[in-house]
């Protein structure tokens, strides 16, 4: 048997890879995972940064993701976690955004697919809770359904609104109904 983390050299062993960001601190659930993973299935998992993919993946003609190692081996990952890439930040150069490319036109799985990854960052949330932004793709009665869960969401700094204002006024104000988050 493997020791947890380690990768076959063997390209029929399926690998989970979760890319991660660099000097990822954030690591403690993601050991739970692994460690659950390869016991419940034998099935190892690797933890590599964007970079790390651009710079040691491909895709081959049956459209699977490999990673090659040191040694030129190569192993076939069948799933993709994304604990990166929710920010800008997380793709400073093209090479980062090449390695996403290179993932999501492979036929491993992604965890969360590109579609459901952009629906959950923050500023498409926010674009949705605003007037017209659910009418484009639901009827009146579906959008005012789904407006009821939302909480407001406003952005700051220089995309500010004056709603953002009065949003910012009234936290002062009383803040116990409200969350600052990035």
Not at 52 to 57: F, I, K, M, R
Not at 63 to 83: A, H, I
Not at 102 to 126: D, F, V
Request: glycine letters at 4%; one cysteine or more; proline letters at 4%.
């Amino acid at each position: 048997k493997q020791k947890i983390g380690t990768a076959s050299t063997s390209t029929s062993e399926p690998v989970i890879v979760f890319v991660v960001q660099p000097n990822e601190r954030n690591v403690a659930d993601q050991r739970l995972l692994e460690n659950e993973i390869w016991t419940s299935h034998q099935v190892s998992v690797q933890f590599h940064t964007l970079q790390y993919l651009y710079e040691n993946s491909f895709v081959n003609e049956q459209q699977e993701l490999c990673l090659k190692d040191k040694e030129g081996e190569e192993t076939k990952v069948s799933v993709v976690y994304y604990r990166a890439g929710y920010t800008p930040d997380d793709y400073p150069t093209d090479m980062q955004w090449q390695a996403r490319i290179r993932m999501e036109h492979s036929n491993a799985i992604k965890c969360p697919n590109i579609g459901y990854h952009l629906a959950g960052t923050k500023k498409i949330q926010q674009v949705l809770c605003q007037p017209g932004g659910l009418e484009q793709y639901l009827d009146s009665n579906e959008c005012q359904q789904l407006r009821a869960t939302f909480a407001e969401q406003h952005s700051l700094g220089s995309m500010k609104t004056s709603a953002s204002d009065a949003a910012v006024a009234n936290a002062i104000k009383d803040g116990s109904n409200w969350v600052l988050k990035p």
